[in-house]
């Protein structure tokens, strides 16, 4: 796998915090903000942004309950 767990939920979860409900809104708001992603959220990203298959994949694999209950645990 070229990105960590860690950066695609980052850039999961940048986008929901930017109000983006669907993958394509999660990926063009990382492009637009890539640099901002890497200056004030920490990202490296030394493999560029992952794509949307990526991203798709990775959420297609995570139980949605507990990501909900995950993102909620947050507040």
């Not at 983006?20 to 200056?39: D, R």
């Not at 560029?48 to 990501?67: N, Q, W």
Request: aromatic residues 6%.
């Amino acid at each position: 796998m070229l990105h960590s767990i860690d950066e695609i939920l980052t850039v999961v979860m940048c986008g929901i915090s930017a109000w983006e409900s669907t993958i394509h809104g999660i990926c063009a708001f990382s492009e637009i903000k890539e640099n901002w992603g890497c200056e004030k959220v920490g990202l490296k990203l030394p493999n560029g942004l992952p794509s949307y298959d990526t991203i798709r994949l990775t959420l297609g694999i995570i139980d949605p309950k507990i990501f909900s209950v995950a993102v909620h645990q947050m507040d």
